[in-house]
């Protein structure tokens, strides 16, 4: 209804929920058994219904605009809200034809929860938006949450929520025994069992809205999702199981707007006292975050790209200290296809936190190669469930070696050039199989990836160059 008006799936599903959300409240607070008021009377649902025309446009831009000022769940859904919808004939076709003729609240959390998250996938296609950067393959989740297995008595965060994928999963999972547990556990689940942090207050929108339609949080309560950039500062906060796939971009930046009113983007070293190295890189800045926030004799798994497993100087000194600091127990390599940013290489990284100790944590490390030979596309040949099944048995199972898993101790990854854990033994068949080979968009990427990567090194050594002429000059 709306693709005339150039509303994307992702903008169409943003309007959805402030009008899914309006209604909600308005069933709520006119049911017979405790009725609760959620949003001042000036936002009712019944306002909107009420008018038509260019009333109806002015007065909905006024609800958002009252909302995005309140605290809790309500100020993160609405925090920033626009109306996208245009024309005042549309809205109110939406308004009474779509939303108005259902009962959201006696729709079961399943139907519900499960409709916005297909929503949420099909604006993940949306490749001109850039939606899918915010969505991890479910597939590819389920199977993380199933090897980490978190139960009632974890708490869970995600420090890059996007729409909220992995503490539903995760949530979902403790929840398995729902009978059995006593009041105090269910209201853990409900308001105290997940978080997760956004910096984008669309996508964190998004993700608040979908926890809430899963029945997780109150809609007039704390919020579960913080609209905040993670990396700043150390929360003081944690926790006992840490889920996510931090952004792929490599450097952390600001915008800058100068006197002319230009802009331009800075890159950004992250300065933490609790932080290994100072470093630009995003991905190792997040790595480093997530080994802050975990509990002691937590768990973690953290999707991340090859540069942080072979990227020289600052990258070798934070897996010297991960593989002395932390069990680092587990590596599985992704295959290519499998995220909506084409050619991607990445991996999942599981390790536990522990005590101090003297001796290093990590005796040994797992790795299960999913990528060789490996082919998944998003439309023809997407990754499932299933594909994975051998990955999660053997990592909940007896561990012994296969073709696609293999150990390497302490000693031996230490001894690597520069504690390079991009770590593969199986043949790839496709170099040898002209007629096997990827996309040319994956080739390219691939190409600008290592081409990346040696320019970080070279970085790197005129660094330390430039530091012992420094040296030697003084």
Not at 78 to 94: M, S, V
Not at 282 to 309: C, E, S
Not at 347 to 360: G, I, T
Not at 456 to 473: D, I
């Amino acid at each position: 209804m709306l693709r005339d008006d150039g509303v994307s799936t992702i903008e169409y599903t943003e309007q959805l929920t402030y009008l899914l959300f309006l209604k909600m409240a308005h069933e709520r607070e006119i049911r017979a058994l405790n009725p609760e008021r959620i949003v001042p009377p000036a936002c009712s649902w019944q306002r909107l219904l009420d008018n038509d025309g260019d009333e109806l446009e002015v007065t909905y831009r006024h609800i958002l605009e009252q909302l995005a000022r309140q605290t809790g769940t309500l100020g993160v859904i609405f925090r920033k809200a626009q109306n996208r919808i245009q024309d005042p004939a549309k809205l109110k076709r939406l308004i009474v034809d779509l939303i108005d003729k259902e009962n959201w609240s006696a729709a079961g959390v399943d139907i519900k929860g499960d409709a916005y998250e297909e929503l949420l996938s099909k604006g993940a296609e949306d490749i001109k938006s850039g939606a899918g950067q915010y969505f991890t393959p479910r597939p590819l989740i389920q199977a993380i949450v199933d090897c980490i297995d978190p139960s009632v008595g974890d708490t869970v965060v995600d420090p890059a929520a996007g729409t909220g994928g992995f503490l539903l999963v995760a949530h979902e999972r403790a929840s398995r025994d729902a009978e059995d547990l006593n009041p105090d556990q269910r209201a853990h689940l409900r308001d105290g069992f997940v978080r997760g942090m956004e910096l984008v207050d669309g996508t964190a929108r998004l993700a608040a809205m979908n926890l809430l339609l899963h029945g997780i949080g109150t809609p007039n309560g704390r919020s579960l999702i913080d609209v905040k950039d993670s990396l700043i500062a150390d929360p003081g906060e944690r926790w006992s199981v840490v889920l996510s796939n931090p952004p792929f971009g490599r450097k952390s930046s600001i915008t800058m707007v100068g006197a002319d009113g230009r802009e331009a983007r800075e890159d950004r070293e992250i300065e933490r006292p609790d932080f290994v190295v100072t470093t630009a890189n995003k991905q190792l800045n997040f790595v480093q975050h997530i080994a802050t926030i975990l509990d002691i004799n937590g768990r973690a798994a953290v999707v991340v790209p090859d540069n942080v497993l072979f990227e020289g100087g600052v990258g070798e000194t934070l897996r010297r200290r991960l593989l002395a600091d932390f069990d680092v127990q587990t590596l599985l390599r992704l295959p290519t296809g499998i995220f909506y940013a084409q050619g991607v290489k990445a991996n999942v990284l599981f390790f536990d936190k522990k005590p101090a100790r003297e001796s290093a944590w990590t005796e040994r490390l797992w790795v299960y190669d999913l990528r060789t030979n490996q082919r998944f596309t998003l439309k023809q040949n997407p990754l499932r469930r299933e594909h994975l099944q051998e990955f999660v048995d053997c990592y909940r199972g007896e561990r012994v070696e296969s073709e696609r898993l293999r150990a390497f101790g302490h000693d031996e990854l230490i001894a690597r050039d520069k504690v390079n854990l991009d770590l593969s033994w199986l043949r790839d068949d496709s170099l040898e199989d002209l007629d096997n080979l990827p996309a040319p968009e994956v080739i390219a990427r691939e190409i600008v990836e290592d081409l990346t990567a040696a320019l970080v090194e070279f970085e790197a050594v005129a660094a330390a160059l430039e530091a012992a002429s420094t040296a030697v000059a003084e």
